[in-house]
């Protein structure tokens, strides 16, 4: 990136990939969030309408749901690369 942009731009650089790092970690925040909510809903949800270690089911699913999202930013990642 920095060759992109050239030496002489080196302070641009750095801040356009400051910015980027700082977007990229809000976006990663937000969907641990929203994953996070998303696995304690389902677990009430099962829970209440009585299945068997409902709690086991809903970690299970966020365990799934999280790992797909750090796989595609590490794709994404190492395209950029």
Sequence with gaps: MI???GHAHL??????L???SQRISQYLLMQAL????FGISLGLGLYVIG???SFVWAFS???C???RTLALAGR?????A
């Design 11 to 16: 302070t641009t650089a750095t801040r356009a």
């Design 61 to 63: 699913e966020l365990c």
């Design 65 to 67: 749901v999280t790992s």
């Design 3 to 5: 060759r992109l942009f």
């Design 18 to 20: 400051d910015e980027a």
């Design 76 to 80: 994404a990642f190492s395209r950029g």
């Design 51 to 53: 299945v068997p270690f």
């Design 34 to 37: 929203v994953n996070v909510c």
